[in-house]
Each structure stands twice: as C-alpha cells, then as structure tokens.
C-alpha cells in the first residue's frame, strides 16, 4: 500500500509545535525508519499515521489514495508495535494474536488457521498458549509483531520495537526482525533513535529534529552524502574539523587539507573511521586518550579544532595518551556542509 | 532459646484464647437449654430455631441489601474508576476525596440527611432501596478505590491504544481490555462491600422501619428484647451465614489474582 502525508503537522493544545508541516509518500512494500533524538516528532508522526493523534487542519493521510485523514484508528485497518508491547495481559499469546481477527469479525475457524499461520510466522509455536506474564521480553516483542501483523494491515508501525529490550538481545532481534518484516512484505513505519538500527532494518530513513524532516534517503545515500551538519553528526557521528574552507582546501591554523571539489564558505566535517594516523599527514594532535575495543583502537585527539576528534585506528599498536600525532584525512573523506540551523 | 519459644507460644496461644473463648461462649449459650444453669441444663436448637422464626426475614433482607449494593456499586463505580483513570489530575483527585467523604462523616449523620431530604417520600422511606442508597454511599467508595488502586498500576492508555489499532471501538475496548484487567479489583472491593453491607448498623439503626430489620438491626433488637439464650442463637446463626459467604469470596478473588501473576 502506498502511504501518502501531505502537509502534516501537529501542534498540541499548550502551543508546542510537535510536527512542522511535513510530506511523504511511502512505496508499497518499502520500510521507512524515522530516526531522531527524542522529541523530535518522530513518534508524533507515527501516531498521526496510526490515528492516535490527529493532524492540525490543512494536512492531509492517504492511504492508496483513500483519504483518511478523518476515520478513526479502529477503522483505518493499520498494524501497530507499542515501545512497551502493550500485550493484553487477560489473553493467552493465542488470545492477543487473534484479537484484531476477533474485532474483524472472522468466522472462528479462520482465525484459528490466521493465528496458527502467524504463529509459525514468528516462531513461537512453543508458547502459544502460555500467559503473556510467562513470557521474556524478546518473546514479548514476537507476540506484539504478531499481533499486528495477523489482521494483514494496510500499513505496519513500530514505535522503537527494540528499545525495551537489553543491549546483548537488541542485535539479535534487530537482524530477525528485519528478517520478519521482509517476509511478511507489509509497508512498515519504524520510529528509532538508533541508527544502527534504522540502518540495518529500513530501505530508507528520514532523519528529523525538532519535528523537520530533514533528509530522507537510502541508509548508503544518508551516510556518504549527509544533507546537513546534523544529519551527519546523527548519522554516523561526523565530527567537526573547524578551520576554514577556501576553494578546494581546508585551512586549519597553517595546516592545508585538499579536498576533493570546491565548497567555498561551507564547514568540514569528517567521521572516526577516516582519520588516519599518518607520520607524514598534514594535522598535527595530541593523543588525550586510548581506548582498545578488540578490532580497533578509539583514539581521543585534540587538534585547533572546536572538538576533539575520535580516532577508529586498526593498527596493532597505537599511541600512548600525550603523545603528539600526525592526522591525515583523504580528500573525499572530508565531508563539506552548510552549517546546522 | 526453648523459653523463648516457649513463651513465644504461650503468647500466641493467650491471644487466641482472648478472641476465641467469648466466641465459643456466645456459641455454647445460644445452644444451652438455660444459660443461667449452664451447659448441665443440655444442648438445644430450640433457641436457634426461634431466631430462624422470629428474623429469618432479616437475614434475606441482609444478604438480599448486599448483593443489591454489589451490584450498585460496581455499576457506578467500575466505569467512575476507569473515567477517573483515564483522566488524572487535580480535577479526578477532587472528585475521588468527595466520593470518599462518607467514610469521614459518621453514618449517623448520613442517615440524618438522608433522612431529611427523601423522609417525606413515604413509598422510598418505607422501601427497602432507602436502606440500599445509605448502604451504597458508605461503601462505594470501597469498590472505587480498590478498582482506582488496579487501574492505576496498568499502562491503561496503551493497552486501549493498541486494541483500538486492532479495530476495538470504544465499547470493545472497555468491555475486553478494561474490565477484565480491573478484575481482581472489583473482586477485592466487591469482598469488602459486601461484608460492609452485612454488618452496617449505624446508618441502617435510622434508616430501617420495624418490617425492614437488617441482621445488624435485628440483633440489636434481639439483645435488647428478647432472652439471652436467643441473641446468642442470633450470633451463631450471623456466624454460619456470614463465614462461608466471605470464604467463597475470598477465594474468588485470590483466585482472580493468581490468573494475572
């Protein structure tokens, strides 16, 4: 189903503008992540796809083409994955599975067979009829995927499905419910503020702040050409040379980096992975800290710049904290961008 | 060590002793032939068969009152906890303090007003739902608290959020997810309106008229007019009605409880 937001915007009754007004549409089948820091709207946008909250006047929800800006979350025929589950905890997993197929109105032996099909779906033959109390909180986020997904909703949303999970299981579940999500081939909407998540999960990702869409692309697209400073920092954690860029150098206090096309009057930006430490690179910078992480060495530096940079250095020694380095940066490793508004 | 314990059940067993030997004596007296000559005189049901002839009446009225109050009670209150719930804050605290204030007030008092306001109704004042509405107002707020107290300790809001994205409307929503997840409340508030009901005396002594006489009410009447030997009868029939009558409940509400651990 192709969903599709024209102008949507959410303020709230004390005046905070939660959304800025904004447009998307949303391919058949694809898997849309909303990545952003907290109170960004991301979870704001969700629920106004969901129909938990409604859309300040002007702004328009279609799904198919269907306009549903007006009908009720009961009636909108959409799948939802609530942070805490949200599993009703009077039901067996059974029950909560077959609850939207009840509310359908589906003879009793169809819903059996959906159930049973979900349920082979998402693995969990082995509790089907345990009480949700019985169950751990990965289990937990299989059943509340069910849930949702057993009615064949038009559009499938996931409010952080990952975040009330520990950090060890979080990975695990992260791949298998990409996995899931691509076999049960419903356009899905997933809110994060992980990016690793939203990377690894989602075809696209539009990344907001302060309720702005502020770019949306493919996770590949996003990383290697960030539209702004913020989205490069979110995205892969850019950090920030300083300096000055002129032409196609970038000055910092008497060292010159060439970079890989002019981009006059913008900022440099450069991630951990592209700093290398090179006795005949241009940047001088003394080690503050190392920190061995088994594939890599983290590297704390600080340069002229307005930040410390970090260091990814795959070496098998590495510096001692206070020793003075040499930076090089290849050309097309340094990211120019106008400044975050 | 083996004095302490020792002691220890000397202690228990003297408290026990404390509670139980007036009961056993109360008992023994309404089935003694004539208390004054004691057990010798023999055992009886006369007394116990009087008290059936003379208040068995009281005693349907009783159970009759409280099943009624249950029922009211958690008419009103079930969907006044859920509407206080749904909405918390300053407004719902109010509301909640004034449905309590019945149990501040002395029971006296609220018989005095009610009294006042409805004793020139002759068909209300002289039926048994005037009893009903003293009784509902000093235990409601039992059964909105206990049903608040569940509520409260639920995501409420989301689990509503999530079977209304399933396509529950708003009836669905209440009846699936609301009321099964407030029951343990309403069984734990029910347990303890219906026990209030039984043994309210206060209010009901000003409300009742001499062919409405509560177990209570009755039993007061029975001490002040009749022998001894039959008021005691009157207690150990208030004892077989009353015991078995709070352990189904009970067990129907730990059982309740268990099925949501």
Redesign the interface.
């Known amino acids: 189903m192709t969903l599709t937001l024209s102008k949507v915007a959410k303020t709230f009754p004390d005046g905070t503008r939660a959304l800025n007004p904004t447009s998307l549409e949303i391919a058949e089948g694809e898997i849309l992540s909303l990545l952003g820091p907290s109170g960004c709207g991301k979870t704001t946008l969700l629920r106004i796809i969901?129909?938990?909250e409604s859309a300040d006047a002007g702004g328009t929800l279609s799904f198919n083409g269907e306009d549903v800006t007006r009908l009720?979350?009961?009636?909108?025929?959409?799948?939802?994955v609530?942070q805490?589950y949200?599993?009703?905890?009077?039901m067996s997993v059974r029950g909560n599975i077959g609850?939207?197929l009840k509310?359908?109105g589906l003879p009793r032996a169809a819903i059996a067979a959906r159930v049973a099909e979900v349920v082979a779906l998402c693995r969990l033959e082995p509790y089907a009829d345990r009480a949700i109390?019985a169950l751990s909180g990965g289990q937990r986020q299989r059943v509340a995927l069910a849930?949702?997904v057993a009615?064949r909703p038009r559009v499938l949303?996931l409010d952080e499905p990952l975040s009330a999970l520990d950090a060890a299981l979080r990975t695990d579940l992260r791949d298998e419910l990409a996995e899931l999500l691509r076999a049960v081939g419903t356009t899905a909407v997933f809110v994060t503020h992980d990016q690793d998540e939203a990377m690894a999960i989602a075809d696209r990702v539009a990344v907001m702040s302060m309720g702005n869409m502020l770019q949306i692309g493919a996770p590949e697209a996003l990383y290697r050409r960030p539209a702004d400073a913020f989205v490069a920092r979110f995205v892969g954690n850019a950090m920030p040379l300083g300096g000055r860029i002129e032409g196609d150098r970038l000055l910092i206090d008497g060292a010159v980096l060439p970079l890989a096309q002019p981009a006059h009057g913008t900022t440099a930006w450069v991630r951990g992975e592209d700093i290398a430490l090179d006795d005949a690179g241009p940047l001088p910078a003394t080690v503050d800290a190392v920190t061995f992480l088994g594939t890599h060495y983290r590297i704390k530096l600080t340069t002229t710049g307005p930040a410390p940079l970090f260091s990814l250095h795959h070496g098998h020694s590495a510096p001692r904290p206070g020793d003075t380095v040499r930076l090089s940066i290849p050309p097309h490793a340094i990211l120019t961008l106008p400044a975050a508004a | 060590m083996r004095i302490a314990k020792a002691l220890q059940l000397t202690l228990t067993l003297l408290a026990c002793a404390f509670l139980l030997v007036p009961t056993i004596q109360s008992v023994l007296a309404g089935v003694t032939a004539n208390y004054f000559r004691g057990l010798s005189s023999g055992l009886t049901l006369k007394w116990v068969a009087e008290v059936w002839s003379l208040y068995s009446g009281s005693i349907f009225l009783s159970i009759g009152l409280a099943l009624a109050c249950l029922v009211v009670t958690t008419l009103i209150g079930v969907p006044a906890a859920y509407a206080l719930a749904r909405r918390p804050g300053r407004g719902s605290r109010v509301i909640e303090e004034f449905v309590s204030l019945p149990l501040a007030i002395p029971g006296l008092a609220l018989a005095l007003a009610l009294l006042q306001l409805y004793g020139s109704l002759q068909g209300f004042r002289a039926h048994w739902s005037f009893i009903l509405v003293g009784h509902v107002l000093y235990t409601l707020p039992f059964m909105l608290r206990a049903v608040l107290a569940v509520l409260a300790a639920i995501d409420l809001r989301s689990l509503e959020e999530s079977a209304a994205t399933l396509g529950a409307g708003p009836w669905r929503r209440f009846i699936d997810v609301v009321v099964p997840n407030a029951l343990p409340g309403v069984l734990a508030g029910g347990l303890t309106v219906v026990t209030l009901s039984i043994g309210e005396f206060n209010l009901t002594w000003m409300l009742h008229t001499p062919f409405l006489k509560t177990l209570p009410v009755g039993l007061a009447d029975s001490y002040a007019s009749m022998r001894l030997e039959i008021a005691s009868a009157y207690t150990l029939v208030f004892f077989v009605m009353i015991v078995p009558l709070l352990m189904a409940m009970q067990w129907a509400s730990s059982r309740a409880q268990r099925m949501f651990r």
């Open positions: 969901a129909g938990l009720p979350v009961e009636r909108r025929k959409i799948g939802m609530f805490n949200a599993l009703f905890p009077n609850y939207g509310m359908a109390t849930r949702a009615p949303l």
